[in-house]
């Protein structure tokens, strides 16, 4: 039996630890001691779409993991770095799956690891009821694809799909998963950032073009500027991100960066618009668009330290004309 | 001694009405009942760079407004359409200075009297402490200059000029209020834009350029393409815009649409970014940034009612991919 190692256990992370929980033997790396604590006492239920309960074994010392097979990192992006800095080692004889958000998780683990790096991208979506009840919701795949500058051969990235699918999940195994993860990243990028200056959750705003000022046509043109640099760097998107974005906006779903602003916690801008800013640099294409949300929220996250130490006067007390 | 009526009775307007009641016969048109009366009762406190009290006259009643030599319409941007159409018709015989923010408040003033209209703008700031006691700070110029398209004498934009300065105040008379106009629109539509979004007031983020996340970046790309625009249009800029910008961001003060977002009210970017963006439509030149800002800002007002209608899951309990 393979053992296999979920680093995060979020909504995502709880949903592969609990099918895979049902092939292979699964330890799961939580970032607070309580969380294991119920882990390792209740073990872990899935409702929704699939309902069964599975025992496991968690931990918030990465010391005390073994040697694994196969690991999937399934923190936020702002969490890749300090999750995988202590438990890298533990996957230099296996592979290991990424599964953020946006683009440069896999730069990071890279330089923590010696395993196979394999680049994931999924659309599965669950609610996390408590540390030990996750909901599975969007029953989509998961696609796998090697970690180029690795070189990761491809029957590395069949094998760990296959293990996803044996567990009760949808997964297929890409030879190159930079369509994909590019066509997500445009979209998620467009999407999250529009709604975390916004405030808006996606709904009918983000498609709507009837107006000069509505916003459809800002995400429209950061969906354009998305693809230019795409092409710019070689990769042909494998699904259209506009066609998404029209999907999505009938769901008013509150998109994961809104969530952040809300709770005043570090967004993953860097991996979302701040990637596809780099990316245009590093191929010097213009990208004003994604620099520009980029900076706002940056800007914005600056402003909740900010406004802590400066009280502003009140909204109300102030009618300059500036 | 001339007639003035002061339209709209905020920070600005009551400094403009406590000064010319000086020199003329004031009256004030207020939307408050209650802040007509306490005029009429109390009279109109100036402190600060200045210590006086005047009397002046004050309803929130159109119809009872007698015809005037002059009026000043100092309601924000959003208010002059439904400030002027009762009132419009009393300056019919007169002059009429606009003194919002932004551009295109002339031209609804157009469409409700035939006063010679007046280009007004102001860096004059001051604190409303009361509805018959405003705090005067900044002791800063007004520039007025014609309306073109309705070819105001200059004579007349020299005269109303004159009499702001024998009231105490600051004021110049310019053959062209173009440059000066829209070096402040250009200011204030990147400025405000960007405190909106961020919600941090105009601090020395905003002239930051060391790291490439740093919003002075934005601003400059925002005012450089405010530029191109003037340019486009045939207008030569009174000074930089970025100049200004660099000793704001030293102030920490909240701009107006920061406030207004606090607030939920809605926001002038109709007459800035807004603007820009159709005189650069007009022009055939792209804006896209300002563009994305006025987008970006109506979606923050579609935000306000949206979230009261729909119940968004709270943020604790998502956490998905998406």
Same mark, same amino acid.
């Given at each position: 039996?393979?053992?296999?190692? *979920? *680093? #995060?256990?979020?909504? *995502?992370?709880?949903?592969?630890?609990? %099918?895979?929980?049902?092939?292979? $033997?699964?330890? =799961?790396?939580?970032?607070?001691?309580? %969380?294991?604590?119920?882990?390792?006492?209740?073990?872990?239920? @899935?409702?929704?779409?699939?309902?069964?309960? /599975?025992?496991?074994?968690?931990?918030?010392?990465? =010391? &005390?993991?073994?040697?694994?097979?196969?690991?999937?990192?399934?923190?936020?992006?702002?969490?890749?770095?300090?999750?995988?800095?202590?438990?890298?080692?533990?996957?230099?004889?296996?592979?290991?799956?990424?599964?953020?958000?946006?683009? #440069?998780?896999? &730069?990071?683990?890279?330089?923590?690891?010696?395993?196979?790096? *394999?680049?994931?991208?999924?659309?599965?979506?669950?609610?996390?009821?408590?540390?030990?009840? =996750?909901?599975?919701?969007?029953?989509?795949?998961?696609?796998?694809?090697?970690? $180029?500058?690795?070189?990761?051969?491809?029957?590395?990235?069949?094998?760990?799909?296959?293990?996803?699918?044996?567990?009760?999940?949808?997964?297929?195994?890409?030879?190159?998963?930079?369509?994909?993860?590019?066509?997500?990243?445009?979209?998620?990028?467009?999407?999250?950032?529009?709604?975390?200056?916004? #405030?808006?959750?996606?709904?009918? %705003?983000?498609?709507?073009?009837?107006?000069?000022?509505?916003?459809? !046509?800002?995400? !429209?043109?950061?969906?354009? $500027?998305?693809?230019?640099?795409?092409?710019?760097?070689?990769? &042909?998107?494998?699904?259209? +991100?506009?066609?998404?974005?029209?999907?999505?906006?009938?769901?008013? !779903? +509150?998109?994961?960066?809104?969530?952040? @602003?809300?709770?005043?916690?570090?967004?993953?801008?860097?991996?979302?618009?701040?990637?596809?800013?780099? &990316?245009?640099?590093?191929?010097? /294409?213009?990208? +004003?668009?994604?620099?520009?949300?980029?900076?706002?929220?940056?800007?914005?996250?600056?402003?909740?330290?900010?406004?802590?130490?400066?009280?502003?006067? +009140?909204?109300? $007390?102030?009618?300059?004309?500036?």
């Amino acid at each position: 039996m393979k053992r296999v190692c *979920i *680093i #995060g256990c979020g909504a *995502i992370g709880s949903l592969y630890a609990a %099918h895979l929980a049902r092939v292979a $033997e699964v330890w =799961v790396l939580t970032r607070r001691k309580e %969380h294991a604590e119920a882990l390792n006492r209740e073990g872990l239920r @899935v409702s929704g779409t699939h309902n069964f309960t /599975v025992r496991l074994r968690a931990t918030d010392q990465a =010391v &005390e993991l073994p040697d694994f097979d196969l690991g999937i990192v399934a923190t936020k992006a702002a969490q890749v770095k300090p999750s995988i800095a202590d438990a890298g080692s533990r996957f230099d004889q296996g592979a290991l799956i990424s599964a953020q958000n946006g683009l #440069g998780s896999e &730069e990071i683990l890279a330089e923590h690891t010696r395993a196979q790096i *394999i680049r994931g991208t999924t659309f599965m979506s669950g609610t996390r009821h408590s540390d030990t009840h =996750v909901q599975y919701e969007l029953d989509t795949s998961t696609w796998l694809g090697p970690f $180029e500058p690795r070189g990761t051969p491809f029957a590395i990235v069949q094998e760990a799909a296959d293990m996803l699918v044996q567990g009760g999940l949808k997964a297929e195994a890409l030879p190159d998963a930079r369509p994909a993860q590019w066509s997500k990243l445009i979209f998620n990028a467009s999407v999250n950032g529009v709604s975390a200056l916004t #405030g808006l959750p996606h709904s009918p %705003h983000f498609a709507a073009e009837a107006k000069s000022s509505d916003l459809g !046509h800002l995400l !429209h043109a950061l969906i354009d $500027e998305g693809k230019e640099v795409a092409t710019a760097v070689g990769v &042909e998107l494998r699904e259209d +991100p506009w066609e998404m974005n029209k999907i999505g906006a009938m769901t008013n !779903h +509150p998109p994961s960066m809104l969530s952040d @602003v809300r709770k005043q916690s570090p967004t993953e801008v860097d991996f979302l618009s701040g990637a596809i800013a780099r &990316e245009a640099a590093r191929a010097q /294409v213009p990208a +004003p668009l994604h620099t520009a949300i980029y900076q706002l929220i940056r800007g914005k996250e600056a402003g909740w330290g900010f406004q802590h130490e400066n009280q502003p006067v +009140p909204a109300h $007390e102030t009618a300059d004309r500036h």
